[in-house]
Structure formats: C-alpha cells, structure tokens
C-alpha cells in the first residue's frame, strides 16, 4: 500500500477515470477519492457501481480540499472545467490531465490555474474502445507508459509521477510539441487510418453489410474495433492536435502512393522490403512488452 495523496479529485468518470479510481483502490494510492461527471446519468451509474467514495454533484463540490484534481474530460472541455474549478482549490494541490494532446491544453488550461497551485500534463497510453464510468478496470495501466509534461521543475511534478507508478504504469517526461508529434504517429493516425477504412467499406456497396460482418477477416477486425472509439473523444483529439496529425498525414500519403506505385509496376523486391522492415517494428513492440503473440493478440473467443 502506497498513499501518495490525502484527497483525490476525479472531474469526469469515464473508461481513463474510472480505472484510475480502481488503481487507486488496489494499491490504496489515495486516502479518498470524489468524483464528479457531468450527466446526472453518469453521476448515477458512479453511485450505483461504487466508483469513488463520494460522487459530488457538482465539480467545485468535489475538489474543495483536494489534494490531487484529475481533469478526465474531453479535451475539449478541460479549459472550461478549470476556469470554473480554480477558485475551489485548495493551495499547494496538484491538478493533472489524462488528455491525449498536450499542447494545447496547456495553452487552455495554465491561464486558470490559481498561484500556489500545480498544473503538470500527463497522458497515460492505455485505452480501449470503450468508454463510460462501466469500462473502467484496475489493471489498465499496467506496464503501459504514461508520459509526463511538465510546465515547471516543481517538486509536484516528482509526486505525480509516483502517483502514475503507484498505479502500475511507467513515466517518461516529453516536451508538449514532441509528445503531440510521437502521439500523432503512435495512436492519432492510425485512428483516423481505421475510421477511414471502416467509412470506405460501409460505403462500398457492391460487398453488402453482410459480407463485411461475416467474411471479416482479422485485419479488418481490429480496424472496426479501433473506430468504434469514442467519437467526442476523438472529434476533440483531431481538432487539438491538428499540426502534427496534418504534418504525419502528408507523411503517410507519401508512404501510400510509394506503395500504389509498387503495386501498380509489380515492383515485388520494393513491397517485400518495406513489410519485411515493418514486421520487425512489430517485433520490438512484443519485445518491449507492449503487446502479446498470443492468436488473436490474446483476445478471448466469444462463441455467439
Ligand atoms: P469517456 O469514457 O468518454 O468519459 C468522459 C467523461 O467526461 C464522462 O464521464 C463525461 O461525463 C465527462 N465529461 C464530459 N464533459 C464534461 C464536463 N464539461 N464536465 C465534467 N465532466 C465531463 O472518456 P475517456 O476515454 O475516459 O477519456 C477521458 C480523457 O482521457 C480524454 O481527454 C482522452 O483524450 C483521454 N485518454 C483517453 C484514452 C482512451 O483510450 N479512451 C487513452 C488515453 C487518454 P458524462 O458521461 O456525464 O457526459
């Protein structure tokens, strides 16, 4: 059992906050835990499920005398959260973000943030395609990597990221410009790359609905189910990180004509080294730990 902090504040409770809060519980990482969603729905289901030890019904409510604020909203709606928290809090508290850009809430979020208290970015990088206060589940951060981006060299900075330890990931500290461009490659685009080939099959109408369902075979597979995230979510993660995911997209379509070129000249040697290069990426992505062999990557089968 490590405390890291007295009092924790969650303001959101979906899938990144609701397994922060059964982290915390694992490892009694926190005295004790408020949450605060918007919806009353939300708020209900928390109480229901016994996620945090007080639901608050309102944000300023649940962070007054808090010690850490976690902000695990949308990106787009934390500047607005922290406006309308910053006269509750308390000094000396420590507020982080789980968002998945970081520049720009910096740009939205620092203007708020009171004197004598913290503001320190972080980005744990673990997820799922599913969301809500119900998707959440203690092991999620296990040895993923949660980035730190600190605006300042404060002793805060040092105590979140044992905080991000205590709930089983590992912390590397990143400047905001590069963690948006590392993320862009890592996580944005092949989002979009996966909303988009889903978009082009649903509009394909000479393969039906059911050929897609029923022939998918498991490349496809994964592609529907990274595009079933959430898609506020993802709206707002586009819309922030709009430089870098531009600056990779271009990459990518050069990438892609190199290879529709290939194709079309039946230049084999060129395609057979650009997959040999990329199986061997996929190798040290297993070797890290980041991912498992298992068929299926481990997923277990459903039998309908
Ligand atoms: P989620 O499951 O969709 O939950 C979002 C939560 O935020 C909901 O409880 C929602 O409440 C609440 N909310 C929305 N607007 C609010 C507001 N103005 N005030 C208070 N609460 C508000 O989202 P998530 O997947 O946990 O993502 C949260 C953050 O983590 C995002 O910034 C995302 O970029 C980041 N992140 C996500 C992943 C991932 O894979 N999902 C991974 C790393 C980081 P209602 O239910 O009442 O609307």
């Given at each position: 059992?490590?405390?890291?902090?007295?009092?924790?504040?969650?303001?959101?409770?979906?899938?990144?906050?609701?397994s922060?809060f059964?982290?915390?519980?694992?490892g009694?990482?926190?005295?004790?835990?408020a949450?605060?969603?918007?919806?009353?729905?939300?708020?209900?289901?928390?109480?229901?499920?016994?996620?945090?030890?007080?639901?608050?019904?309102?944000?300023e409510?649940a962070?007054?005398?808090?010690?850490?604020?976690?902000l695990?909203t949308?990106?787009?709606a934390?500047?607005?959260?922290?406006?309308?928290?910053?006269?509750?809090l308390?000094?000396?508290?420590?507020v982080?973000?789980?968002?998945?850009?970081?520049?720009?809430?910096?740009?939205?979020?620092?203007?708020?943030?009171?004197?004598?208290?913290?503001?320190?970015g972080?980005?744990?990088?673990?997820?799922?395609e599913h969301?809500?206060?119900?998707?959440?589940?203690?092991t999620?951060?296990?040895?993923?990597?949660?980035?730190?981006?600190p605006?300042?060299?404060?002793?805060?900075?040092?105590?979140?990221?044992?905080?991000?330890?205590?709930?089983?990931?590992?912390?590397?500290?990143?400047?905001?410009?590069?963690?948006?461009?590392?993320?862009?490659?890592?996580?944005?685009?092949?989002?979009?790359?996966?909303?988009?080939?889903?978009?082009?099959?649903?509009?394909?109408?000479?393969v039906?609905?059911?050929?897609v369902?029923?022939?998918?075979?498991?490349?496809?597979?994964?592609?529907?189910?990274?595009?079933?995230?959430d898609?506020?979510?993802?709206?707002?993660?586009?819309l922030?990180n709009?430089?870098?995911?531009?600056?990779m997209?271009?990459?990518?379509?050069?990438?892609?004509f190199a290879?529709?070129?290939?194709?079309?000249?039946?230049d084999?040697?060129q395609?057979?080294?650009?997959?040999?290069?990329t199986?061997?990426?996929?190798?040290?992505?297993?070797?890290?730990?980041?991912?498992?062999?298992?068929?299926?990557?481990?997923?277990?089968?459903?039998?309908?």
């Amino acid at each position: 059992m490590t405390q890291v902090y007295g009092k924790v504040a969650l303001i959101g409770l979906g899938l990144i906050a609701s397994s922060m809060f059964w982290a915390m519980k694992r490892g009694g990482v926190a005295g004790t835990v408020a949450g605060y969603a918007r919806s009353e729905a939300t708020r209900d289901t928390a109480r229901r499920i016994g996620l945090c030890d007080e639901v608050c019904d309102s944000a300023e409510e649940a962070v007054a005398d808090a010690d850490l604020i976690v902000l695990a909203t949308p990106v787009g709606a934390m500047g607005a959260v922290m406006q309308a928290i910053a006269p509750h809090l308390k000094p000396g508290a420590t507020v982080i973000d789980v968002g998945s850009v970081k520049q720009t809430i910096i740009d939205e979020v620092t203007p708020y943030v009171p004197e004598g208290v913290h503001f320190v970015g972080t980005h744990p990088m673990a997820g799922t395609e599913h969301s809500g206060p119900e998707s959440g589940f203690a092991t999620l951060f296990d040895g993923r990597w949660c980035l730190i981006v600190p605006v300042d060299d404060s002793d805060a900075v040092a105590q979140v990221e044992t905080y991000w330890k205590a709930l089983g990931a590992d912390t590397e500290r990143m400047d905001p410009e590069h963690h948006d461009l590392v993320c862009a490659v890592v996580s944005h685009i092949p989002h979009l790359i996966a909303y988009t080939m889903v978009g082009v099959a649903d509009d394909l109408r000479r393969v039906s609905d059911q050929e897609v369902i029923k022939f998918s075979a498991a490349g496809f597979r994964d592609f529907t189910r990274i595009a079933a995230s959430d898609p506020t979510m993802w709206r707002d993660v586009f819309l922030t990180n709009k430089d870098a995911t531009i600056e990779m997209l271009g990459r990518f379509t050069e990438e892609l004509f190199a290879l529709q070129r290939a194709i079309r000249t039946g230049d084999g040697e060129q395609l057979h080294a650009y997959f040999t290069r990329t199986r061997a990426i996929r190798r040290s992505i297993l070797e890290a730990g980041q991912d498992t062999d298992k068929p299926d990557f481990g997923r277990v089968k459903v039998d309908r």
